[in-house]
């Protein structure tokens, strides 16, 4: 059946990067979006980027803007998160998740609902930290 497997979290310094990583199986990257979300300690799950079902094209939350970089690689069924300029706000557990039903961009953008989602990695742990 469909699994995502999330990757690449760690301890990380204010202002480095890092590369999360979703792999996928059972699944079909051509006709489906997919979105990162994160879960910060004590806060709700909340979206933060995403490949949108409807035209494709890839969208952030205004709070990680111009810092981070979803991207797909087909080829290997893997979903990519880069983010770059980390700040201690964006500690958190990390999720790669779909919603077979509508658009997975809605909770980044519209600030809907993340219990839409269909399926879900179990995260990955990113730490920002001095």
């Known amino acids: 059946q469909v699994q995502f497997v999330e990757s690449g979290g760690g301890l990380v310094q204010p202002g480095g990067s890092l590369r999360l990583s979703c792999r996928v199986s059972g699944f079909d990257l051509d006709n489906f979006g997919m979105g990162w979300f994160r879960q910060a300690p004590g806060k709700e799950r909340e979206g933060v980027s995403c490949i949108s079902s409807k035209d494709g094209g890839t969208y952030h939350a205004d709070s990680v803007k111009g810092r981070f970089t979803i991207s797909r690689d087909r080829a290997t069924r893997t979903v990519y998160l880069q983010m770059t300029n980390l700040k201690p706000e964006d500690t958190g557990v990390y999720y790669c998740?779909?919603?077979?039903?509508?658009?997975?961009?809605?909770?980044?953008?519209?600030?809907?609902?993340?219990?839409?989602?269909?399926?879900w990695g179990k995260g990955t742990l990113v730490t920002v930290s001095s």
């Open positions: 998740a779909t919603d077979f039903e509508g658009d997975p961009c809605n909770p980044v953008l519209r600030g809907w609902s993340v219990h839409a989602m269909d399926y």
